[in-house]
């Protein structure tokens, strides 16, 4: 059997981790094609820690400035959520954060 060890997590441990698997944001990007409420549907499906009234937010930022932060995740679980979005017709990136 392996002991267990409850020492706290250092901070260089954890430095390693973002090193490890930086932060990615998924970007929305505006277009004249989808009804707004077909993109919320789209937000909600594609990306499950998205809440109704943050999906709606996305949307609403997207329209207004031409483009929105959606969220900041690893970059396999951000080139996943990206693919998502487009498989309803949206135009999404990804970025470094």
Do not use: F
């Amino acid at each position: 059997m392996r002991a267990t060890s409850d020492a706290p997590v250092r901070e260089s441990e954890l430095r390693s981790l973002e090193e490890i698997l930086p932060p990615w944001v998924v970007i929305l990007h505006n277009d004249d094609h989808n009804a707004m409420d077909h993109v919320v549907r789209a937000l909600l499906l594609s990306i499950p820690e998205l809440s109704l009234e943050r999906a709606a937010e996305v949307m609403l930022t997207a329209h207004e400035h031409g483009q929105a932060d959606v969220i900041s995740c690893p970059l396999e679980r951000a080139e996943l959520y990206r693919d998502r979005l487009e498989s309803h017709g949206l135009t999404a990136t990804i970025r470094k954060a």
